[in-house]
């Protein structure tokens, strides 16, 4: 079994999506098909949104795009970004966006450091901003900045605990702090992870990975009240990830790449 663990933190969303503010909700559809429970997986391109400690965990370059390509009539929402990690230390950009929303249009940028501290032990940290809309030039930082602080403890081969403090834009202090565990355990990875507010009630959320071959697995998961699902192809250069979360009255599709060097 995998087990969530409790500390405190956030403040209830404005937000009729969670992807709206500043965390990193929906980056990715592996992440996504896991049930948002990724804090402590945290290994592929999106970590820098999820887990930015948990860059160090290749070498070499990562680049990945997603795309929600049903029902975009709902809202539309589009990561993508980059990761590099040599020798204990990680770099990331990456910027999410969402359109057709309330709020108007969520635009991130997130520029994102790791470093290993010890063997079992690496650390991150974001700054992020928010960009400004309608603008008629590209912006490299843009308003808001905030912060996310995150850890990755690795004590065994199969177990992994994953932190990740976020500040949002326009607040002080630590508005969210997620806790999560990863577990390999019968040739199936497990994930929980529990966001817990400054003021309000925690999410939780919940997943499961299984490869039915070496280069072909299935997912799902639970997302703080909506379920999830997909399944996704690996290989040596790259995967595909595919994605549906249940939205209430509707449903969502997502499809993500992901190409490494």
């Not at 290994?43 to 400690?53: E, I, K, L, M």
């Not at 070499?60 to 029902?71: E, I, P, Q, R, Y």
């Amino acid at each position: 079994m995998v087990i969530g663990f409790f500390l405190i933190f956030s403040t209830n969303l404005s937000a009729e999506f969670p992807f709206e503010e500043a965390r990193p909700l929906y980056t990715g559809a592996r992440a996504l098909g896991m049930g948002n429970a990724f804090t402590a997986v945290a290994d592929d391109a999106t970590a820098g949104f999820w887990n930015p400690a948990g860059l160090i965990q290749w070498t070499g370059v990562k680049l990945f795009g997603v795309n929600k390509f049903h029902d975009r009539s709902d809202y539309g929402f589009d990561p993508k970004g980059i990761g590099y990690s040599y020798r204990g230390f990680g770099l990331f950009w990456g910027n999410k966006i969402a359109l057709g929303v309330e709020s108007g249009t969520p635009d991130f940028n997130y520029y994102g450091l790791a470093y290993q501290m010890s063997a079992h032990v690496a650390g991150g940290v974001n700054v992020k901003f928010k960009r400004k809309h309608p603008s008629d030039h590209y912006q490299f930082f843009g308003i808001h900045h905030s912060y996310d602080f995150a850890l990755l403890l690795k004590p065994t081969g199969n177990l992994k605990f994953g932190l990740l403090a976020q500040q949002l834009p326009e607040e002080h202090g630590i508005r969210w702090l997620t806790i999560g565990t990863a577990c390999h355990y019968w040739n199936a990875l497990f994930a929980a992870d529990i966001a817990i507010p400054r003021s309000g009630r925690p999410d939780f959320y919940l997943g499961i990975e299984w490869p039915i071959t070496p280069h072909f697995c299935v997912r799902t998961g639970y997302s703080d009240r909506d379920c999830t699902g997909g399944f996704g192809l690996d290989w040596k250069w790259g995967r595909i990830d595919y994605a549906r979360v249940w939205e209430g009255d509707f449903t969502s599709d997502f499809i993500s790449a992901e190409l490494r060097f």
